[in-house]
């Protein structure tokens, strides 16, 4: 079982970049998937989630509320992170996590989750 953050990249201020969270081994339908990043220097923040399939719930945070979309494709069995808008302050490593048991809300992000994926880096800069 594994999950996989990627789509990372350097962009300039302004641009966009679309993160994916892909499994191996598990169908993502029926698990809660959050976004989390980390700055160099900073605590790991939880800045959006999605609850299962049949639910469809949503979470940001309000660092990127309104800039950041999280959607769901069955088909490819992964989640998506869109990034808009994106500042220098949005650079980070960014990984992704599922989780059965916990829904997704403001503390979803406080439990230790079942599975969380290797990051990939986002680097906003001109």
């Known amino acids: 079982v594994q999950l996989q953050a990627s789509g990372g990249g350097l962009v300039q201020p302004g641009g966009s970049l679309r993160l994916s969270c892909s499994a191996s081994?598990?169908?993502?339908?029926?698990?809660?998937i959050g976004w989390f990043r980390q700055a160099p220097g900073k605590w790991r923040e939880g800045i959006s989630c999605?609850?299962?399939?049949?639910?469809?719930?949503?979470f940001y945070a309000d660092s990127v509320k309104g800039r950041f979309t999280i959607s769901r494709d069955k088909s490819k069995n992964a989640v998506y992170l869109q990034l808009n808008s994106l500042k220098p302050e949005d650079t980070a490593v960014y990984y992704c996590a599922a989780d059965l048991r916990y829904a997704c809300g403001t503390a979803y992000f406080s439990y230790q989750l079942e599975y969380r994926g290797q990051g990939t880096l986002v680097t906003v800069s001109s």
């Open positions: 081994g598990f169908p993502l339908d029926y698990y809660n």
């Open positions: 999605i609850s299962r399939i049949d639910d469809g719930q949503t």
